[in-house]
């Protein structure tokens, strides 16, 4: 190990600023654990967002070191990377809320089973992993436009529902106050599919990766990881409230072989 600092650019936007702080305190963690190994460090982060397919090109053509997304994200099903296979966040990613316009409570209320849930449209921003999970198992879905416009979308009737991570809602709401005046979220329902979130790094910086790796295996160790997502989300965790939720667990066909038995720990 040398005394020169390394620069690590990472790219974190097309994602709400909890899950954006989040991501950044499990990279500094694994980092700072590796510091021995692999030497001091300097991070650069880059948040504009990359619409549509555009993500594909994180490593490519926008030249980032790495970033976090989805596992078997679609879009990067053909470019060159490196993925760290060690889930970061427990999931709960995967634990969808609802959201309806506000006038459609008492419909949404008699609303406790799978199939009855599949004769309503889910609108999904263009290019979501969201719809062709949704697709796949059987829901009616409106693929269309971007985050930015969902709302107004679903007040205007595009469609019936939509849905985010349990650990963005109360943040979107909070950050988009005029936007979210006439909609409301489902209390009784949660919809579950498998969504963990992995590191992919530059397949040009194998070594970034492997420091990573053991990174994030040491402080999943020494219950770092574990004391981070509770800090992180302890509201979130205290107001999920399992147990009195119907969960509409679902299939992830795009898991990869490597994880492709995962689930969250989190079970009601």
Request: charged share 35%; proline share 3%; net charge negative.
């Amino acid at each position: 190990m040398d005394d020169q600092v390394i620069e690590i650019d990472l790219w974190s936007g097309n994602r709400t600023s909890h899950r954006r702080d989040y991501e950044r305190d499990v990279l500094l963690s694994a980092l700072r654990v590796t510091r021995q190994e692999f030497g001091d460090w300097k991070l650069i982060e880059h948040t504009r967002d990359y619409p549509g397919d555009l993500e594909a090109e994180t490593f490519r053509k926008y030249g980032h070191d790495l970033f976090v997304t989805t596992a078997g994200n679609k879009k990067l099903s053909d470019e060159r990377k490196i993925v760290v296979y060690q889930p970061i966040q427990n999931d709960l990613l995967g634990y969808r809320v609802l959201i309806i316009r506000e006038e459609d409570k008492a419909r949404f209320a008699r609303i406790n089973r799978e199939e009855v849930l599949k004769t309503q449209k889910v609108g999904i921003p263009d290019s979501w992993a969201d719809a062709e999970l949704l697709r796949y198992n059987g829901f009616r879905v409106v693929e269309r436009g971007s985050f930015d416009d969902m709302f107004a979308r679903l007040i205007n009737h595009e469609f019936d529902f939509t849905t985010l991570g349990i650990n963005e809602i109360d943040r979107v709401f909070a950050e988009r106050a005029d936007e979210v005046k006439h909609v409301v979220t489902v209390n009784h329902l949660l919809i579950y599919y498998p969504l963990p979130l992995l590191f992919y790094v530059n397949p040009d910086l194998p070594e970034l990766a492997k420091r990573i790796e053991k990174g994030i295996k040491k402080i999943s160790e020494n219950n770092t990881m574990s004391r981070l997502f509770f800090n992180h989300n302890r509201d979130i965790l205290k107001n999920m409230d399992l147990n009195r939720r119907n969960i509409v667990r679902l299939k992830n066909p795009n898991l990869p072989r490597e994880i492709g038995e995962y689930e969250s720990e989190m079970k009601n």
